[in-house]
């Protein structure tokens, strides 16, 4: 299950790793279709992690609006969680936080619409 919860100005993404990777966010405003091209690692500063209480698993935050969940030690990637997106700062992750049992990802950014 991924679900996005919007409010005015301030945008929370909670997602839980037992999801199917084909899980679609809920309660999104429509918008325009995007290409988007899969690098399997972050495109700009990462700004914020979370890991959980065994340090097995890693959540990163950045200002490609994106959160990526990984595998520890390895590295691995397991997903990647996409927000709403729009011009300028619309998007970006500020912050990121892992439940110490690793089920569940918040993270939190900014969106003016």
Excluded: F
């Excluded at 979370?50 to 030690?73: I, M, Q, Y």
Aim: glycine share 12%.
């Amino acid at each position: 299950m991924a679900r996005i919860y919007l409010t005015v100005g301030v945008w929370v993404l909670a997602g839980m790793l037992g999801s199917p990777p084909g899980a679609v966010a809920q309660d999104l405003p429509p918008q325009e279709p995007q290409l988007r091209i899969e690098p399997r690692m972050h495109t700009a500063p990462v700004v914020r992690i979370g890991v959980n209480a065994t340090c097995t698993l890693l959540a990163t935050g950045s200002h490609d609006k994106t959160v990526r969940l990984w595998r520890l030690p390895e590295g691995r990637l397991l997903r990647t969680l996409r927000v709403p997106t729009g011009p300028g700062n619309d998007g970006k992750v500020y912050s990121v936080a892992m439940a110490p049992d690793g089920t569940w990802v918040a993270a939190g950014g900014w969106d003016t619409a």
